[in-house]
């Protein structure tokens, strides 16, 4: 009895409060407010409905025979947008990065800390200046021990721009 309901207690907190948490206030800083492109990347698809926005853009990526392929984004909306780039991998990110700045300085890109070295290689090419950042926000969709930073917990926001 001590165990299950101890085991119900950590599961509820991990999976109920704190998993995928830091989704939620970062949407909320939005509600109702204009805002340019929101790339989200190895994150669960945003609760779009939360933006309170009746301009919004949504779109995400397309599989064509099973290779995901970023199509369907429309890369002229730089206002009021958000991409939704799922678990893809970080070519179609700086390919997504790379079509958005034919039009646009400000892209915001929104990914959880566990992945923050994937992006290592896009550094040379892109800057990354962190904007906002909760750190109320289990990923658990990353684990890749013994590399320990894929479990640590944290939400951010960064501005990204190219380097010239
Ligand atoms: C990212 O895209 C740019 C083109 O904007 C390209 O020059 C660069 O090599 C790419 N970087 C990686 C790591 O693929």
């Known amino acids: ?8 207690i950590t599961m ?10 830091g989704i ?4 909320s800083n939005f509600s109702g407010e204009k805002f340019p492109v929101h790339i989200w990347w190895k994150t ?4 779009t409905w939360m933006y309170s926005n009746s301009n919004l853009t949504v779109s995400t990526t397309n599989f064509e025979k099973n290779v995901e392929r970023i199509d369907k984004i429309p890369w002229n ?9 799922k678990g893809s991998d970080f070519e179609l990110l700086n390919n997504t990065l790379t079509n958005f700045s034919k039009y646009t300085t400000s892209i915001q890109l929104i990914m959880p800390n566990t992945v923050v070295k994937r992006i290592d290689p896009l550094r040379s090419h892109w800057n ?13 969709d990353h684990i890749d021990i013994p590399d ?4 640590k917990p944290g939400l951010a926001m960064y ?5 010239t």
């Not at 939620?24 to 949407?27: C, I, K, N, S, W």
């Not at 909306?77 to 780039?85: E, G, P």
Request: overall charge negative; hydrophobic content about 50%.
């Open 148 to 151: 320990w930073d894929t479990i």
């Open 44 to 47: 669960y698809s945003p609760p």
């Open 77 to 85: 909306v730089v206002s009021d947008h958000v991409v939704d780039l």
């Open 159 to 163: 501005n990204v721009s190219l380097i």
């Open 24 to 27: 939620v206030p970062l949407v």
């Open 128 to 140: 990354f200046v962190k904007d906002w950042e909760t750190s109320k926000h289990l990923d658990l």
């Open 12 to 21: 509820g907190l991990i999976m109920g409060v704190f998993h995928q948490a």
């Open 1 to 8: 009895m001590k165990l299950w309901i101890t085991f119900n």
